[in-house]
């Protein structure tokens, strides 16, 4: 089969995939999660059944379509792109401030509404604070292994995604035109420090 | 009926619901959770199939006699009884470094054992986390509310529930005979207060 062709149908089967993923997230905000069901979201998305197996088992995998992205892995290169001699707290803000004001967009907040929609999806969004925790952990291990010990860089990974989780919470709970995600988590990282400065 | 009467068949009661969950949680331990059928937990426990699901309906009932304790709380009495001149994030450790001394049992160790075993209930016990955040975050209210705004009291509760969590993650990695949960508690604030300390 000439490289051309596969590539081609690869196209193909990477918008069909987008296309649905769009479609159910579309009817999980306007329907309720639980009240869609896969045979609606084949009829929207104008595919068989059949079809929509084929690309997505279950509504949690369209959900995880948004999810999954690649959040873990450019956490990783964001981290890595940071300056030497950035203290690794410091570094975890600038590389979550930079990927958040990326990350923005209209389906992400679709995604974040409709993960708070019932309890079962709102735990299972915890897990994925969780992985992009241990993904920020990683990378601060790799950058700063040799300068500061596990413990300490398990603890602003804690506090990093911590934070970012808040300005997420936030960000949900304002009319769109308000305060921007990365502003929001700015102000979280004050807040932690205003805090922090008053223990003894 | 007579007072005296109806309390000893409460207590009857609970001494079954907790030989039950005592039951329940060894065969969670040994065989894995996903391995012990309600069967197995009612013949180990010695009481017919009908008695065990009168006390409990599932296994999941049985993890969270443990887990729902009155964890949410104490914590929250625990922090009203701090000095009314102390800094949030100062009353919050205390609390919390009282609370886990009291609770570090060997049931609580066993229960934390269980959670982690299979994926599901890790991200059930997620959950749980947020549960004692949103708890800390209400007492936090009641006690400082008219001092600190709303936000900066949202991040005190984030960063100490977050450093439970990695104290109680480090003290399942330990052999039960090194640093208690207290200790290990009091090492995460000290490392968020070091990396914090470097923000500028």
Do not use: C
């Not at 907040?109 to 915890?126: E, G």
């Amino acid at each position: 089969m000439p490289q051309g062709e596969e590539t081609l149908r690869q196209r193909r089967r990477r918008e069909t995939s987008r296309h649905i993923a769009e479609t159910g997230l579309r009817l999980f905000e306007q329907q309720g999660y639980d009240q869609t069901t896969m045979q609606a979201v084949a009829e929207a998305s104008g595919v068989a059944p059949r079809t929509l197996f084929h690309y997505f088992e279950t509504k949690d995998r369209i959900l995880r379509y948004w999810l999954a992205g690649e959040f873990a892995g450019e956490l990783r290169s964001a981290m890595l792109e940071q300056p030497a001699n950035s203290a690794p707290l410091v570094a975890a803000r600038t590389a979550l401030r930079e990927l958040v004001a990326q990350h923005e967009t209209p389906e992400s907040l679709a995604v974040d509404r409709v993960l708070n929609s019932t309890p079962a999806l709102r735990a299972s969004k915890q897990a994925t604070f969780i992985d992009w925790e241990d993904a920020l952990n990683e990378a601060l291990a790799e950058r700063y292994g040799t300068q500061f010990d596990a413990e300490q860089l398990q603890a602003v990974a804690m506090l990093s995604i911590g934070a970012l989780r808040l300005a997420l919470e936030r960000r949900r709970g304002e009319p769109e035109s308000s305060v921007p995600l990365d502003r929001q988590l700015a102000a979280v990282f004050e807040q932690v420090s205003s805090a922090v400065g008053r223990l003894t």
